[in-house]
């Protein structure tokens, strides 16, 4: 069945909780989770090469904390106020090669990323005013222009969710349970994932179908679940990025 092999495949040591692409240097970051431990790492690997860039990066900020953005080779993390709450606090800028820390800023706070860069505020100041920001050195470089400063296209398509009735015509070997899957077309790839409850065991699905309606990759993305998933999947530009078991990154080239 399987005709297709993945372009990366790495095993991280904690599950997987977010990723983020930077488009400019095409590099996929993850945010890795140990809740047992109460701890937090990151991870960066380029989707050009698959070179892994580092695997276990931490801030001084164990748990509190998180990926907020990546942007030209950049990645940008923040800090939580609080355990119980969503509230961010501060930036710290890592090198996306290295890992190492470039800047810390723990009055700045992001607020969304246009193409010039990170947009920022000072979170002391009421109302809040809107910088860009070097996201090399943490500098603001001057304020805020929507007309110029246009927000930042990140080429990630996400599937559509649809009735398993709609795609009848698909021959695939495993019937979706609750009759819904996650479907995409990309450069004449059909792309399904879907559920399938069997032997009291709830399992997560992966095909890719070619033009001529054969599978060419299939995958089981996770294999004892309680409850449906999300969508289990994205496309950046040509690259098919998953998640398997929670801990494993997947990329193909389509």
Known sequence: M????????????????RMEIDDMS??????LRNSEDKKVAFGAISLLNGQVYFKDITTPERWLTGIEAAYDGTLLVHNYQSEKGPVHKGLIA?????????????????????????????????PPKLFLADIKTGGLLQAYQPVIDIPLNNHIVVP??????????????????????????HN????????????????????????????VYHDLLNSNIQKLQPEAFVVHKNNLIYIKERSALIVLNL
């Open 2 to 17: 399987t005709q297709m092999l993945p372009f990366i495949n790495e095993q991280f040591n904690w599950p997987i909780w």
């Open 188 to 215: 004449s790839y059909r792309i399904v994932s879907l559920h399938t409850f069997f032997q009291e065991k709830l399992k997560q699905h992966l095909y890719i179908i070619n033009s001529e309606g054969v599978i």
């Open 94 to 126: 890592i090198d996306g090669t290295s890992g190492q820390t470039l800047w810390s800023n723990y009055t700045l706070a992001f607020d969304h990323l246009c193409i010039n860069g990170p947009t920022v505020y000072n979170a002391q100041v009421q």
């Open 160 to 185: 559509q969710m649809l009735p398993a009735d709609l795609l009848k015509e698909l021959t695939l070997p495993a019937e979706p349970y609750a009759n819904t899957l996650h479907y995409l077309e």
């Open 26 to 31: 095409a590099t996929l970051f993850v945010e």
